[in-house]
């Protein structure tokens, strides 16, 4: 292309709200046969809240929130914003603010953890617990289960070793998810939902959309893994993300896309932003990149 239809893309890019960060990225984008996906914050708006609360006995409902919302107060996770949220709507009454976390500790894509009032808590994806020996209660597992065939984020609380309590998330699709994988679908594209959260949330949120693959369970590392997966059966990839968890995948992909209110890091490592919060953004580009290199009219 001439340097004039490069200016020109540009122009029109920025119109569409995409800002390539140069022009080398429009031949990657042009090249894209497959998108890969981030769930949370990408494909949903990651504006989470806590639907649901199951808890031991011994641990009523206000302590669980108390206890988990200190832990996730320290957190930038979309989970950790609705727990803490749910922990201040408790207690509205601004004498009793959440007790002080020591000894934080973030374990990306698995939760985090910490001391609080002398208890160490923990907050986060089953994972978390298994991997320390912890065992979910009949009961909480029972809710879990039945919370994610619905499609739900779940969470559990454990305090000194054993889980006291299992939390289901709410979240929204974008209303822009199902128009941009119809229309990736449109221009040949293979897509791919490739998530931390549980198998049975990816799946429902997947078929929402129209999705046709789903990657769950994995861990940030793992996400790298897949692209580079992808990469060596010899498909040319785009991954689509926002979060800090995401930045090695953008990194990886041939193509990194982040999304309008991603995080710096996200922005950093991403070839393409989508400055509107707006999935048709990766469609747009596609077909202007197409375009622009003449592949299209
Ligand atoms: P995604 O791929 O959907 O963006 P992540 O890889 O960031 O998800 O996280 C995977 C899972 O780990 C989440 O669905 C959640 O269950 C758990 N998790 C991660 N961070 C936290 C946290 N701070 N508090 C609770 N759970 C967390
Ligand atoms: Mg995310």
Redesign the pocket.
Known sequence: ATPTALMAASGRGARLGIFLKGYQTLESTRQVDTVVL????TVTTGGMSVAELSHVPEFPRSRVLRLAGAV?LA?E?A??AA?VAAARAEFPDEQTPLPEVEDFT?E?????TGRVEGHEVL???AKLFTDRGMSVPDELDRRRAEWERQGR?T?LVGCDGAVVAVLALSDTLKPSAEAAVRRLSELGMRTVL????NEPTARAVASEVGIEEVVAGV??GEKVAEIERLRASGRSVAMVGD?V??APALATADLGLAVGAGTDVAISAADLILVRDDLTAVPDAIRLARRTLGTIK
Do not use: C, F, I, Y
């Open positions: 981030d769930k949370t914050g996730e957190s996770h989970v950790a727990v973030n990306p894509g698995l939760g985090a907050v986060g994806r984020t969470v490739l998530t931390g959260d861990l940030p979060g968890n995401d």
